[in-house]
């Protein structure tokens, strides 16, 4: 079988331009698709060339979930945790749960829709990910 990864997240948001700008400067993601989505909404694509989340606004969404469903975080990992947490701050979002065990330091932040992120970060000479 061929190496599999997931390719993409689609989370349904209030405002997809107001979450695809904050998702570009905390990420440095670009807006890879725009347009018309199902039932009278729209979807960005906002992410790296081979990844990214979805952000759907559009008709309504069934079930009026709660914390942890369906969805509990959306993980990101990056090089430079304290650049990356500076630039949450920065735009105003509160960071909370730091933690520095295996496999690596994390933190974490809900965006404008309550939308949980984790932050992880491996480049540490504590915690490096095995590739075995």
Request: one cysteine or more; aromatic letters at 12%; proline letters at 2%.
């Amino acid at each position: 079988m061929s190496a599999l990864r997931i390719e993409h997240v689609n989370i349904t948001v209030s405002d997809p331009e107001r979450t695809s700008r904050l998702l570009e400067s905390l990420f440095g993601w670009e807006v890879r698709w725009s347009g018309l989505a199902q039932n009278g909404g729209r979807t960005i694509h906002v992410g790296s060339g081979d990844h990214y989340v979805a952000l759907y606004n559009g008709g309504s969404v069934a079930g009026g979930f709660g914390k942890g469903r369906p969805l509990n975080h959306i993980g990101i990992e990056v090089d430079d945790l304290e650049e990356t947490e500076a630039r949450v701050l920065a735009a105003g979002l509160r960071t909370f749960s730091h933690g520095n065990y295996e496999p690596g330091r994390r933190f974490y932040f809900f965006d404008l829709d309550e939308i949980e992120y984790e932050i992880v970060c491996y480049a540490s000479e504590t915690y490096r990910r095995s590739d075995s």
